[in-house]
Antibody, heavy 126, light 106 residues
């Protein structure tokens, strides 16, 4: 059974750093792209970026480029999302998600999300 | 960037109703579109991919259609379990989600 299990809820202060995780199991972790999706309170879904754990190829949404860092440790089948300096506006639920790649187009994966993590709630407040 | 616009934002319906949600892309995305269902406090769930392909295990009352820039999600007979928020997502060029359509009880 494919599972993506995320780390627990976090409460942080503005300016603090944070790294949340997403552990994959039940499939070949290095063969599927993993993405991160933000959902601010009461709002919709926003794609942040994706990583291919096999070679750590990473792509960011222009809206999140430079704001977060996505990484992966294939030895422990875990992907990460990190911030160096949190802001109150980073308060949100963050989901990791597995991309079901249908095809590659000029090196960019194309496919829907077939599995989601349970979400990690990040609260940033002074 | 490709923008995705869903309509309506909220839809009030009764059990047994036929429900249609529309998603428009700012440029052609061929059939590279997915639909997701999200219930409060839960992660989204894939319903439809490639505009009209039903994900395994999803009830057949859900269907998708369209290509190019205009797409629809139809629920043929709304069930109590279907009251949720629905999102379209293009994956022709990276990813973009629509803003969501909340289906609520009339």
């Amino acid at each position: 059974e494919v599972q993506l299990v995320q780390s627990g809820a976090e409460v942080k202060k503005p300016g603090e750093s944070l790294k949340i995780s997403c552990k994959g199991s039940g499939y070949s972790f290095t063969s599927y792209w993993i993405g991160w999706v933000r959902q601010m309170p009461g709002k919709g879904l926003e794609w942040m970026g994706i990583i291919y754990p096999g070679d750590s190829d990473t792509r960011y949404s222009p809206s999140f480029q430079g704001q977060v860092t996505i990484s992966a440790d294939k030895s422990i089948s875990t992907a990460y999302l990190q911030w160096s300096s949190l802001k109150a506006s980073d308060t949100a639920m963050y989901y990791c998600a597995r991309l079901s790649v249908i095809t590659m187009v000029q090196g960019v994966p194309r496919g829907p999300i077939d599995y989601w993590g349970q979400g990690t709630l990040v609260t940033v407040s002074s | 960037d490709i923008q995705m616009t869903q309509s309506p934002s909220t839809l009030s319906a009764s059990v047994g109703d036929r429900v249609t949600i529309t998603c428009r892309a700012s440029q052609s995305i061929s059939s590279w579109l997915a639909w997701y269902q999200q219930k409060p406090g839960k992660a989204p769930k894939l319903l439809i991919y490639k505009a009209s392909s039903l994900e395994s295990g999803v009830p057949s009352r859900f269907s998708g259609s369209g290509s190019g820039t205009e797409f629809t999600l139809t629920i043929s007979s709304l069930q109590p379990d279907d009251f949720a928020t629905y999102y379209c997502q293009q994956y022709n060029s990276l990813w973009t989600f629509g803003q969501g359509t909340k289906v609520e009880i009339k």
